[in-house]
Structures are given as structure tokens and as C-alpha cells.
């Protein structure tokens, strides 16, 4: 048997349980908003202004969840409780492009599929009564009376689920991150050879076999000073003279299931900057198993602060405690982002602030903007675990400008700010017992 068709064995039995806790999450959701029938449009395409050009797909997150199937626009699913779930599949007459495949693989024999060969063909095999439906997606996927109404008390049940990965879905993100490690592998290669930025981006790419337009998020490939940029998206056509640090924050799509990964690396083994890396792995390391049931991730966060913070004392960075550099503000100059996030169909996934599936938000502790994840931690939530140091001067001065010039050694800043900075990233699944980190595993396979 071949690899692809002993995961799709696997997936198979996965799959039904999937869908069977999809039902009754869909039921429970139905039966709060007051609707008969869910619907869940694909998505179109999208044309770009005064253009003849499309944006690439990007597929409705509601819709993968049920399916597998990240390119198939003006198609539907079709829910009513009590009933078999219908796919309304869109395979176009269509000679400029490579049409979708016949409907095939594990998901298939759960469905009443029907083919349709024009998107208004739709209408007539949606449910009558449009009134009677919740239909979740983008006002673009509107067809005749089927106006997406995405109704508030079915969207937030369903987002607040899907924090509960499904042992199918969890298989589904292993393999994202296989994946990614795959090129991450493939780029620390190229880091090692002295390649510049776009080039280390291709080695990637190649490894992993996925281009932008697949990719859960643009790539970030920073060499040197770059690593400050937190978002640096830029790739320098050109290798940098010497290649001190290289910054990877890269991740895979699996059946549309994101991994989300980031490593630090230094040229120099001996260098003391390879020591700081070192000093904040240990410290994600900690975070990681820190991961379990009951835990509130606002809390988690703060002791990312702490920890990271105790690295800068030990490298004398900083030269007052982890708790005075947390209270002044100084942590988070350092430390500017937030220590994660959900993750799984989407690489920031939904309902990081739901206080429950009736709505409600917990909001960030105050000076913690960028925290995109406050809940309490329950099994089956996958969360990313990704502290990070950063040489940012922007944000330094702001420490001098708010009379904390003290707090910091500026001739450690200066040493370090050529490295630009450092942050490690793993997905973290909690359970009723030990975290399980899905990231480490897939490095030390390949
Ligand atoms: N790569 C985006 C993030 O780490 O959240
Ligand atoms: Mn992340
Ligand atoms: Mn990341």
C-alpha cells in the first residue's frame, strides 16, 4: 500500500467519528439560532479591481471543516438534522482550467453528492424555505435567496467547538507538521550554505511542495537584523555578506489543516547568541509542558514574560528583576507579541477570546494587545507555544523615552541587535493529562 492510501485507511474510521460530532455540533447549533436546515457555501473567486485576475481561493473554513477539500468554489453543504449530509459539488464544463477531480476519498460515502455544472444549479437542490436556513459564509456567496445570514448564536456555538480538535483532525495537523519540518529542515540547510532569504524560501517551498497560495501564511525568512521585523515578509534577493542568524516562522497545509512552526538558528555554535536560543528553547520547552487542562493561557503568557525575562537577567540584558521589567513595561519591548495562539483550520483559529458557546469575550490582562488567546485551557485544544526576544529599536527608545533607560544594559542591545531576535514556536495539544507537543516529534523523525 502506498503512504497515501494507508493515511486515507486510517483517516477513513477517523473521519466517520469526525462527522458524527460535526452533526451534533450542527443539531445544537440549529436548534439555538432557530433554523432547519445549516448551508455552508465554498466560496467564489474573487476578482481584483478594474482587473480580469482573481485573488487566490481561499475556501470557507466552515466548508473544510465538514470536507476535506480546500479547491472546489460554488459548492455547498447541505445540513438538516436527521438527514444524510448532501455536497453540492461544483465540476465545471471548463476548457481554460483544470476542473476538480470526481468526487473520491475518505469523505465520500458519508454524502448524497450532486454534481452540478453551473453555480445557479445549486438552487434548485438547496432546501426550499431559504427563511429556515443558516447559511454561513461570505456575502459573496449569495445566490438567489441564499444570502449568507450567519447567524450570531449558531456561528458561536460552532467556533467555540471547534476549539475541541477531533482525533481526526489531530491526525490531519501531525501530518501539516511533518510537512513543515520537512522544509524547515530543507532551509536551515540553505542558512547553513550562506543563501540569501528568497532562496531559502524556494528550498523551502520545494521541500515542502506547497507555494504561497497554499502555505497557511506568508513565510517568514529572516536573516540577521531582519529577525526584528516581526512580520518581515520582504526576502532580500540578495545573501547578506555574513549570515550571523536566520529567523524561520514557517508552517504546511494538510487537507486544509495548518501547522504554524518557528525556529531560531546562529551560524556561530559558540557564539553567545546560540547560547540566548538555547536559553529561550528551555524556556518553550517549559511553557510547552506547562499545557494542560485547567490552566488559564492569560496566565501562561505572563509567566512567558518571567521566564523570558530571567533569560535577560542571565545575559545581562536587563538589569533590574523579570517582576520590575514586567510592571514597567520593559518585558514587553523585548517580548512584543502575544505567547500564541489556536490553531487548525485557520493558523490563528476562531474563538481564542469566547467566554463560552453563548458568547461573551475575555479580554487581554491591560499592556497585552497582541494576546490572541485568553481562554482556560481543555483537552483538545491545540495552541501554539511561541516566546520570543527581540533586538527592536523602535520599542527600545520608547523604554528610554518612559525613563526605564536603566533597566537595560545598552551595550548587551548592542551586541545582541545584529542577531535581531529569537523566537521558537511548537503546536501544543492539551489533554486531561501531559501536554502533547506536536512539533517536537516531527523534528526528531526527520
Ligand atoms: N506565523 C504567525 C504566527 O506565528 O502567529
Ligand atoms: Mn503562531
Ligand atoms: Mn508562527
Not at 68 to 91: A, E, N
Not at 96 to 108: I, K, M, S, T, Y
Not at 116 to 124: H, M, S, T
Request: glycine residues 8%; proline residues 6%.
Amino acid at each position: 500500500m502506498t503512504a497515501s492510501a494507508s493515511l486515507a485507511t486510517e483517516l477513513a474510521p477517523l473521519y466517520a467519528e469526525h462527522l458524527a460530532i460535526l452533526q451534533r455540533r450542527a443539531d445544537e447549533a440549529l436548534a439555538r439560532g432557530g433554523f432547519d436546515h445549516l448551508l455552508v457555501p465554498s466560496g467564489s473567486l474573487h476578482y481584483q479591481v478594474f482587473d480580469d485576475r482573481d485573488y487566490a481561493y481561499a475556501v470557507n473554513p466552515q466548508f473544510k471543516a465538514w470536507l476535506p477539500l480546500t479547491r472546489l468554489p460554488y459548492s455547498w453543504l447541505v445540513y438538516t438534522p436527521g438527514q444524510r449530509p448532501k455536497v453540492i459539488y461544483f465540476q465545471p464544463f471548463d476548457y481554460w482550467h483544470v476542473v476538480p477531480d470526481a468526487p473520491a476519498g475518505w469523505w465520500v460515502d458519508h454524502f448524497d453528492i450532486h454534481i452540478i455544472r453551473k453555480p445557479e444549479e445549486a438552487l434548485a437542490l438547496l432546501p426550499t424555505a431559504s427563511a429556515r436556513c443558516a447559511i454561513l459564509g461570505e456575502p459573496q456567496s449569495a445566490l438567489g435567496a441564499y444570502t449568507p445570514n450567519n447567524p450570531e448564536a449558531v456561528i458561536q456555538y460552532l467556533e467555540y467547538q471547534r476549539s475541541f480538535k477531533t482525533a481526526y483532525e489531530i491526525r490531519l495537523m501531525r501530518e501539516a507538521q511533518r510537512l513543515a519540518v520537512r522544509g524547515h529542515r530543507a532551509a536551515e540547510a540553505a542558512f547553513r550554505q550562506g543563501r540569501g532569504e528568497f532562496a531559502i524560501n524556494m528550498a523551502y517551498c520545494a521541500a515542502v511542495e506547497q507555494d504561497a497560495n497554499e502555505l497557511p501564511y506568508g513565510n517568514i525568512i529572516a536573516l540577521n537584523e531582519h529577525g526584528a521585523v516581526l512580520h518581515y515578509m520582504e526576502l532580500d534577493r540578495q545573501a547578506p555578506a555574513t549570515s550571523r542568524s536566520f529567523l524561520i516562522d514557517a508552517g504546511a497545509s494538510f487537507h486544509g489543516y495548518a501547522s504554524d512552526i518557528t525556529r531560531s538558528y546562529a551560524a556561530d555554535a559558540g557564539s553567545e547568541f546560540q547560547a540566548l536560543i538555547d536559553a529561550v528553547d528551555g524556556v518553550q520547552l517549559q511553557l510547552a509542558q506547562a499545557v494542560r487542562a485547567g490552566v488559564d493561557y492569560k496566565q501562561l503568557h505572563i509567566d512567558a514574560h518571567l521566564q523570558l525575562m530571567g533569560v535577560l537577567k542571565d545575559f545581562g540584558v536587563i538589569t533590574v528583576s523579570p517582576e520590575a521589567a514586567l510592571a514597567s513595561g520593559v518585558s514587553a519591548a523585548f517580548f512584543p507579541h502575544g505567547l500564541g495562539h489556536q490553531i487548525g483550520l485557520q493558523v490563528h483559529d476562531v474563538a481564542g477570546f469566547a467566554a463560552s458557546d453563548r458568547g461573551g469575550r475575555i479580554e487581554r490582562p491591560a499592556g497585552h494587545p497582541y494576546l490572541r488567546m485568553t481562554r482556560v485551557l481543555e483537552p483538545g485544544m491545540v495552541v501554539t507555544i511561541e516566546p520570543g526576544l527581540y533586538f527592536i529599536d523602535m520599542l527600545l527608545n520608547e523604554v528610554k523615552q518612559n525613563g526605564h533607560g536603566d533597566s537595560v544594559d545598552w551595550s548587551r542591545v548592542d551586541h545582541f541587535r545584529p542577531y535581531g531576535g529569537i523566537r521558537i514556536e511548537d503546536e501544543v495539544l492539551c489533554t486531561e493529562g501531559d501536554a502533547v507537543n506536536l512539533t517536537r516529534p516531527a523534528f526528531a523523525e526527520a
